[in-house]
Structure formats: C-alpha cells, structure tokens
DNA sequence: GGGCCTTTGAAGGTA
DNA sequence: TACCTTCAAAGGCCC
C-alpha cells in the first residue's frame, strides 16, 4: 500500500494520507517517480494476467476458494500517461490544495480494465463515462443508488464533471460542506442539497438539524439500507415493542478506498458482468493498488474532506460508538467469535490453565483440558493451550470480557 | 433473516 | 510504538 507522505498540517488528523501536491511543473518528476511504481505494477499485472487465464469461470467464486472473477487489471500506463498529460495541461493540475472533486479530469474516471477482453488482447479498453458517479458521492446519502448526479442540484449546471470548465469560486470543499464553528445548527444554502434532507425524519436529524448521510437507523438490517426509504416512518406495532426509541446510528465516515470502491462498483458491475461485491471488491482492490499515486491522492483528499465533515457534524461521535452497538448487540458474530465458540464451552468463562491453575482443572476450557478422559492418562497428550510451552504467566486480575482474540492474547492456540 | 465473503483505510484498544 | 481488531460499502451466497 502506497503511503503519502504526509502534507501535515490537518489538524483533523490522518496525515498519513496528506499528501505533499507538486504543481505541474513538478510532473515530470512525478513520471519519473511512477516509473518506479510502473515496475512494480508490471509484476501485478503479469500476476494478473496469470490469474486471468488461470480462472475461466466467468461465474462468482463460492465460499472458500478464492474468487477469480473474470476482469483484472490493466493499468495501461499509455492511459495515464495521458492523465499526466492531461492534468498538466489541464485544471487539474491546480487542484491541491483545492479540492478534486470539482475538476476531476475525465481520465480519472476511465476505467483501466480489460476485463471483457483477453489479457493478450492489445487492444485499449474502452473508456467509458463514470456512470455520473462522483468520489464524493459518500457524502450524499449513503446508499445504493446515491450515484453521484453529474450535476449536483447545488452546482451549477454546466459545471460538468467531465469538462470541468468551471468551478466555483471557492476551491475548497468548505464552502460547501463544512460548518464554521459555532454555526453548525445553521444550514447554508449550500447544505440544502443533500437528497436525503427532504425525507428524512427527526431521527435521522443530527442534533443540530443537519440530515448527514452517515445517520442512519440501528438495526443490523438497516445498516445496510439508507435513508431515502422511509424507513424513518415505521410501523406503530413496532414502535411501541420498543421499549425507548433507538438513537440513529452515525456511521464511519468513508475512508479513500471505500470513496474509490463506491464510485468504481457500478463501472466495474457493468464491464465485468459481476454482481457479487467479495469478487468485485477484489477487483477493485486490485485497481486501487493500480492506481498511481496522483489518482488515489484525489481519493485520499476526498476521505479527509469526508472525515473533517464528519468531525464538525459529530464532533463526540467516536468510531468506538459503533464498535459498542456491534459488540453488545445482536448485529453479526464474526467468524472469529464463531470460531471461538466452536473451541469453547459456550456461555463458560473457562479459560485454560492460565487463568484457573493446574489445582482447578474442571475449569478449564475444553481444548485445554485435552479430552477429560485423557488428562489421568501417562504421560498425558500434549495440551493445545500454549501455556504448557510457557513459564506460568501473570495475568491481570480483570475479567475475561473480551470478545475478540488477539494474537497476543492467552488463550488457546486451538482458537487462532 | 442474518452472517459471510472481499477489499483498504481509519480509528480505537491493548501490551 | 507496534500490533490487533472492528467498521465502513456492496450484494450474492449460504445456513
């Protein structure tokens, strides 16, 4: 993975995704830099390519094999050269410390992919329209349908991502979304063109009145459905089996990868034929380590926008707000967790011999105990729990409520 | 019906 | 500080 160096200076944090922007006449430089990258990307693509005909199963890969779609990456350098190119002589090329979004050059939106075509094939892909999904799409509503309108209700209407002529005056994302201090309760116009803002309800309001579309209702099942449904209006039966009405859920800001993923799927389903999003996330992992560093710096940029907006829409909301509603809720148990309860004794707290000592056996989980019947007789069968490897450690006295497994946690080598 | 798969990055927690 | 884990999106698949 491709770090940025960092441009430092975000006082939101993640500078690890800060970029250092050049000004064009630094791109020469920069070509030279992606030779190096280009090396390294024609290992990937011969490992592709290799893939490619190694899988012709035009079909998704079922559980437990690995999914080889059919499409891969071909990161044409000609193509990005031409990006170069392009974005030299283009607005691009005065985007930083601006924001992308609003110019993004059109070959920043082309697919690099010859998934139709053979590998052998030399032919370009065809380069297609972005399906008028925008990188910032993530901060409409968040849904599956919440493609980026090539002309934002908000926009001007010849403002075009695909010709980028015009942008508005400010270059910063800020002067659309982001709320100065103190005035977060106070909508601009500019705020008004969130889609979602006209549905949704009180709950799906942020305190301060702001519709976000990282809000969105508790239940496990909505997690995965969005705001422009209705789910806001539920039924009376249901609202009185509650007991107190659920706070919405605010969401992870999106992250540069997930920015890239949800405006490329929609690209990526349409060329490849595919629908299931474990192999077209592959795909599209593939693709993004295929991009050159100038391409994902504009998904860096955006995801730093995205989290700043958050940070001012919900300035307490913490990342572990979610991690608390997935632990204690009834959301999913990870295969981890599955795993574990397939090692344990379900709704025990044993522990293994760390925890309870050789004087309480009976306490032990199952695999540390190595079959009961077995543990009397000699010499006894080695014990999965790794602490018969190890010097009787001192473990600290909380209680074992953990619910995930860490490498280094002490617990039995059976449930890695 | 709900978890799993699959990807990368951000963030939080722990040692 | 390093490492680990979870979550974010997505939709078909499977139990």
């Not at 970029?19 to 024609?42: C, H, P, S, V, Y």
């Not at 239940?219 to 995965?224: F, G, I, L, V």
């Not at 996330?281 to 995801?303: F, M, P, S, V």
Request: hydrophobic share 25%.
């Amino acid at each position: 993975m491709p770090q940025l160096s960092s441009g430092g200076g975000d006082d939101m944090g993640a500078n690890d995704e800060m970029i250092a922007f050049k000004d064009e006449g630094e791109q020469e430089e920069k070509i030279q830099e992606n030779a190096f990258t280009e090396r390294d990307l024609a290992d990937l693509k011969s490992s592709l390519v290799n893939e490619s005909e190694i899988s012709q199963s035009p079909g998704v890969a079922r559980r437990g094999q690995q999914p080889e779609p059919r499409c891969y990456v071909e990161k044409h350098r000609e193509h990005l050269n031409g990006v170069t190119k392009q974005q030299d002589g283009g607005m691009y090329k005065t985007s930083y410390p601006g924001y992308p979004f609003l110019m993004l050059p059109d070959p920043y939106l082309q697919i690099v992919t010859d998934c139709v075509s053979p590998p052998q094939s030399n032919k370009v892909s065809v380069v297609q329209q972005s399906h008028g999904m925008h990188p910032l799409s993530s901060l409409l509503p968040y849904g599956p349908n919440e493609h980026f309108s090539p002309s934002p209700p908000h926009l001007p209407t010849d403002m075009s991502q695909k010709t980028g002529v015009h942008r508005p005056q400010s270059q910063d994302i800020s002067g659309f979304y982001s709320l100065p201090p103190g005035s977060v309760g106070q909508i601009s116009p500019s705020m008004g063109w969130f889609p979602h803002s006209l549905m949704l309800g009180p709950s799906g309001m942020h305190p301060t009145g702001i519709p976000h579309p990282a809000i969105v209702p508790p239940s496990a099942k909505q997690e995965h459905d969005h705001y422009d449904r209705g789910m806001y209006a539920k039924p009376q039966g249901e609202a009185k089996r509650e007991k107190e009405p659920k706070k919405p859920v605010i969401k992870k800001p999106l992250n540069a990868f997930m920015l890239y993923m949800k405006e490329m799927r929609a690209k990526v389903i349409a060329e490849c034929t595919l629908k299931e999003s474990a192999a077209i996330n592959q795909i599209l992992g593939r693709r993004w380590h295929a991009l050159t560093r100038d391409e994902q710096a504009k998904y860096y940029e955006l995801a730093r926008k995205e989290r700043q907006l958050h940070m001012q829409l919900y300035p307490s909301w913490s990342a572990r707000d979610n991690y608390v509603r997935t632990l204690f809720g009834k959301k999913k148990r990870r295969k981890r967790e599955k795993q574990q309860d397939s090692n344990t004794d379900p709704g025990s707290p044993k522990k293994c011999r760390a925890r309870f000592g050789l004087n309480q056996q009976t306490d032990w989980c199952g695999p540390c105990r190595c079959v009961p019947e077995t543990l009397s007789a000699s010499p006894p069968p080695p014990c999965l729990c790794r602490f018969d490897r190890l010097p009787p450690p001192v473990l600290s006295s909380r209680p074992f409520i953990r619910p995930s497994v860490r490498l280094s946690d002490p617990v039995c080598m059976s449930l890695r």
